[in-house]
C-alpha cells in the first residue's frame, strides 16, 4: 500500500538514532519486501539539516517524483532516510512553504520554530537554549556576554561528545586539522561573532552598498549558534552512515543480492551516505552509484594526500572505490552557505586571519572548502563532466566525477543562498544516467 505522503512507489522508510542505532522494524520491514517487490533499482535518498520526520518526507516526495517517468522501464524502488538534525526555520528552501513567515522575528532573535527544533535536538539542554535565546533577545553590548554566548554553544552542542558519535568528530587529523575543533569554539567567541556578522553583511549587500555599515555582532552570534548546531549535525552525520546506514545495506545484500543500490545525499546527508561507505561489510559491492548534491564536507574528504599537508589524506580516502560505479558530486557557485559560511565555520586555529578582504571562495575555501561549492579535489583521476553531457549519460563508469550543477541549483536567498535548491528534474535524471538505470 502506497504512503498517501509520497509521490512514488515501492517506498520505505530507514530511520535511525543520534547513534546509528536503526528502527528495527522499518529495517526488517525493507529487508523483507525489497526482493517481493521485484525491485532492480533502490535508490537511496538522505536529507540534511531537516528538523523532522514531516520536512524529509516531503523533501523525498518532490525529489524522487520524476522517476517513474523518466525510467518507465526500470524497476524502480525508493528508500527515505530520516535521522536526528535540524535546519533554522528562517532558512528558506525554495518552492516549500514556510507557514511562519508572518510571523517570524528579525535575526538575531531565534523563532519559536528554531527554539523547538534545538530542544528536540539537544534533549536535556533545556537551560542551555533558554540562556542561548535570552542573549540573543537582549543584545548586551558587554564583549564578556558575546564570550558567555560562545561559552554555552560550546556546551550545547557538546564539541567533544561522549559515546560512539566521538569517533566520527570533526574530521580532524584526516582532513589535515591539527586539532579536534574548530576555531570558532577555540578562539575568542566575540571575535568569532564579529567575523560572522561582516560575512553575513557581505552576503546581504553583495554589491557592496551597506560597507559603511557597522554590522551588528549579535547577527554574528546568531550565525555561531547555526554553525555550531551544523557542526553537530556533521558529526551526527557520519555517526549514522557509517554505524547506521553501512550495516543496512550490508544486511540487503545478503537479503536481496540481486538488487541494486543507488545512494543519494543533500547536504550532511551527502556525508551520511559517503560514510555508509565506510561501514560496508567486507565484500559488498550492491552500491551501483553515488550522487552528492550540495554536499557540506570537506572537499579534500576522498583525497590520499592533502595539498597543504602531504602527511594526511580525507577522512574517507579511497572509499570511492566501494562504489561498483562512479560517484558523482554536483556543485554550484550559487550556493553561498557553503561557499562562504562553511568554510569560515571550518577554519581551524592556525590560520587566524580574519575574513575583512578576502575572496572566500578562493581563499579560505582552497583549504576549508566543502564540495558542494568546487567539488571534490585532490583525488587523481577525478572527471569533471558538464552538467549537459552528464544528463545525456556520458559519465565515467567508476571514479569521482564532478558535476557543475549551477545550471539548475541557483535559487535561494541569503545567508544560505541555492544550498537546498535540489530538486530539479535534471537532479533525478543525473542520478538515473549515475546508476545506468533505464
Same mark, same amino acid.
Given at each position: 500500500?502506497?504512503?498517501?505522503?509520497?509521490?512514488?512507489?515501492?517506498?520505505?522508510?530507514?530511520?535511525?538514532?543520534?547513534?546509528?542505532?536503526?528502527?528495527?522494524?522499518?529495517?526488517?520491514?525493507?529487508?523483507?519486501?525489497?526482493?517481493?517487490?521485484?525491485?532492480?533499482?533502490?535508490?537511496?535518498?538522505?536529507?540534511?539539516?531537516?528538523?523532522?520526520?514531516?520536512?524529509?518526507?516531503?523533501?523525498?516526495?518532490?525529489?524522487?517524483?520524476?522517476?517513474?517517468?523518466?525510467?518507465?522501464?526500470?524497476?524502480?524502488?525508493?528508500?527515505?532516510?530520516?535521522?536526528?538534525?535540524?535546519?533554522?526555520?528562517?532558512?528558506?528552501?525554495?518552492?516549500?512553504?514556510?507557514?511562519? #513567515?508572518?510571523?517570524?522575528?528579525?535575526?538575531?532573535?531565534?523563532?519559536?520554530?528554531?527554539?523547538?527544533?534545538?530542544?528536540?535536538?539537544?534533549?536535556?539542554? #533545556?537551560?542551555?537554549?533558554?540562556?542561548?535565546? @535570552?542573549?540573543?533577545?537582549?543584545?548586551?553590548?558587554?564583549?564578556?556576554?558575546?564570550?558567555?554566548?560562545?561559552?554555552?554553544?560550546?556546551?550545547?552542542?557538546?564539541?567533544?561528545?561522549?559515546?560512539? &558519535?566521538?569517533?566520527?568528530?570533526?574530521?580532524?587529523?584526516?582532513?589535515?586539522?591539527?586539532?579536534?575543533?574548530?576555531?570558532?569554539?577555540?578562539?575568542?567567541?566575540?571575535?568569532?561573532?564579529?567575523?560572522?556578522? &561582516?560575512?553575513?553583511?557581505?552576503?546581504?549587500?553583495?554589491?557592496?552598498?551597506?560597507?559603511?555599515?557597522?554590522?551588528?555582532?549579535?547577527?554574528? #552570534?546568531?550565525?555561531?549558534?547555526?554553525?555550531?548546531?551544523?557542526?553537530?549535525?556533521?558529526?551526527?552525520?557520519?555517526?549514522?552512515?557509517?554505524?547506521?546506514?553501512?550495516?543496512?545495506?550490508?544486511?540487503?545484500?545478503?537479503?536481496?543480492?540481486?538488487?541494486?543500490?543507488?545512494?543519494?545525499?543533500?547536504?550532511?546527508?551527502?556525508?551520511?551516505?559517503?560514510?555508509?561507505?565506510?561501514?560496508?561489510?567486507?565484500?559488498?559491492?550492491?552500491?551501483?552509484?553515488?550522487?552528492?548534491?550540495?554536499?557540506?564536507?570537506?572537499?579534500?574528504?576522498?583525497?590520499?594526500?592533502?595539498?597543504?599537508?602531504? @602527511?594526511?589524506?580525507?577522512?574517507?580516502?579511497?572509499? &570511492?572505490?566501494?562504489?561498483?560505479?562512479?560517484?558523482?558530486?554536483?556543485?554550484?557557485?550559487?550556493?553561498?552557505?557553503?561557499?562562504?559560511?562553511?568554510?569560515?565555520?571550518? @577554519?581551524?586555529?592556525?590560520?587566524? @586571519?580574519?575574513?575583512?578582504?578576502?575572496?572566500?571562495?578562493?581563499?579560505?575555501?582552497?583549504?576549508?572548502?566543502?564540495?558542494?561549492?568546487?567539488?571534490?579535489?585532490?583525488?587523481?583521476?577525478?572527471?569533471?563532466?558538464?552538467?549537459?553531457?552528464?544528463?545525456?549519460?556520458?559519465?565515467?563508469?567508476?571514479?569521482?566525477?564532478?558535476?557543475?550543477?549551477?545550471?539548475?541549483?541557483?535559487?535561494?536567498?541569503?545567508?544560505?543562498?541555492?544550498?537546498?535548491?535540489?530538486?530539479?528534474?535534471?537532479?533525478?535524471?543525473?542520478?538515473?544516467?549515475?546508476?545506468?538505470?533505464?
Amino acid at each position: 500500500m502506497a504512503d498517501p505522503a509520497m509521490s512514488v512507489t515501492p517506498y520505505w522508510e530507514l530511520t535511525f538514532d543520534a547513534d546509528g542505532d536503526p528502527d528495527t522494524g522499518r529495517r526488517d520491514r525493507l529487508l523483507a519486501e525489497v526482493a517481493g517487490r521485484g525491485v532492480r533499482d533502490l535508490v537511496v535518498l538522505s536529507h540534511g539539516w531537516n528538523s523532522d520526520r514531516s520536512g524529509a518526507t516531503r523533501l523525498y516526495s518532490r525529489f524522487f517524483e520524476p522517476f517513474p517517468e523518466l525510467a518507465p522501464a526500470a524497476r524502480l524502488g525508493y528508500v527515505g532516510v530520516v535521522w536526528p538534525s535540524m535546519r533554522f526555520s528562517d532558512e528558506p528552501i525554495p518552492d516549500f512553504p514556510r507557514a511562519v #513567515a508572518a510571523e517570524m522575528p528579525p535575526r538575531p532573535v531565534l523563532d519559536k520554530d528554531t527554539r523547538h527544533a534545538l530542544l528536540e535536538t539537544f534533549p536535556g539542554r #533545556a537551560t542551555v537554549i533558554d540562556q542561548l535565546a @535570552r542573549l540573543l533577545d537582549q543584545q548586551p553590548r558587554e564583549e564578556a556576554e558575546l564570550e558567555e554566548f560562545g561559552r554555552l554553544v560550546r556546551l550545547l552542542v557538546e564539541v567533544v561528545p561522549p559515546g560512539p &558519535q566521538a569517533l566520527f568528530g570533526a574530521d580532524t587529523l584526516a582532513e589535515g586539522v591539527p586539532q579536534d575543533e574548530p576555531e570558532m569554539f577555540a578562539g575568542s567567541a566575540a571575535a568569532v561573532c564579529e567575523e560572522f556578522a &561582516q560575512a553575513l553583511a557581505g552576503l546581504e549587500s553583495p554589491d557592496g552598498a551597506e560597507a559603511f555599515t557597522i554590522p551588528n555582532p549579535w547577527d554574528g #552570534a546568531h550565525e555561531l549558534l547555526r554553525q555550531g548546531t551544523y557542526y553537530a549535525m556533521k558529526r551526527r552525520a557520519g555517526t549514522v552512515g557509517e554505524r547506521g546506514l553501512g550495516p543496512v545495506i550490508g544486511q540487503l545484500a545478503k537479503a536481496a543480492p540481486g538488487v541494486r543500490v543507488h545512494l543519494v545525499g543533500h547536504s550532511f546527508g551527502g556525508r551520511l551516505v559517503s560514510f555508509a561507505l565506510r561501514g560496508l561489510p567486507e565484500g559488498v559491492r550492491s552500491v551501483k552509484s553515488v550522487t552528492l548534491l550540495q554536499g557540506a564536507f570537506s572537499h579534500y574528504a576522498f583525497a590520499t594526500r592533502l595539498p597543504h599537508d602531504t @602527511r594526511a589524506g580525507g577522512v574517507l580516502q579511497g572509499q &570511492q572505490n566501494r562504489v561498483d560505479g562512479p560517484l558523482v558530486c554536483c556543485f554550484s557557485r550559487h550556493d553561498s552557505a557553503l561557499g562562504t559560511l562553511y568554510p569560515l565555520a571550518s @577554519r581551524m586555529a592556525g590560520d587566524a @586571519r580574519g575574513v575583512a578582504g578576502f575572496d572566500l571562495g578562493r581563499t579560505l575555501g582552497a583549504k576549508w572548502g566543502a564540495m558542494g561549492y568546487d567539488g571534490v579535489q585532490a583525488v587523481p583521476g577525478t572527471s569533471s563532466v558538464g552538467l549537459a553531457d552528464a544528463l545525456l549519460g556520458r559519465l565515467p563508469a567508476k571514479g569521482c566525477v564532478n558535476v557543475d550543477a549551477a545550471p539548475v541549483v541557483r535559487r535561494g536567498g541569503p545567508p544560505a543562498g541555492a544550498h537546498s535548491d535540489i530538486c530539479h528534474r535534471e537532479l533525478a535524471r543525473l542520478v538515473l544516467a549515475a546508476g545506468r538505470i533505464r
